[in-house]
């Protein structure tokens, strides 16, 4: 199933973010092993099913940690992944970013490009 959802949703160029309803999404780092990437994301969706089964505060603080600790092993989270030395731009809205004329060209409204 893809995340993917309208037209506007899509990937950066560089495959650092994933935009989804205007605002950027840092992907995992592409670099990890194959394996380990599946084993990382086993453990994001069990831990996000512990978020959502979880009875008390206690529970639901850990299973959030879990997540964190998930993410961050993903490259989605903490440091970046890539070493050009170009600033992470993970959940800001794309027009407030230099990724802002790419995206309004895509949309083809280049006049929201001003706005950046």
Not at 20 to 41: C, M, Q, T, Y
Not at 49 to 57: E, I, W
Not at 63 to 80: H, N, S
């Amino acid at each position: 199933m893809s995340v993917i959802r309208t037209r506007h949703d899509c990937w950066t160029p560089d495959r650092r973010y994933l935009v989804i309803r205007g605002r950027l999404w840092r992907l995992s780092n592409p670099f990890l092993d194959p394996a380990e990437h599946a084993k990382l994301v086993h453990e994001l969706m069990s831990a996000r099913r512990a978020v959502l089964v979880a009875t008390d505060s206690r529970d639901r603080m850990a299973a959030r940690q879990r997540v964190d600790t998930a993410k961050r092993a993903l490259g989605e989270r903490g440091e970046v992944w890539w070493e050009d030395g170009s600033p992470d731009y993970n959940r800001r809205l794309v027009r407030n970013t230099p990724y802002a004329a790419w995206f309004a060209n895509r949309l083809g409204d280049p006049s929201t490009a001003l706005h950046a």
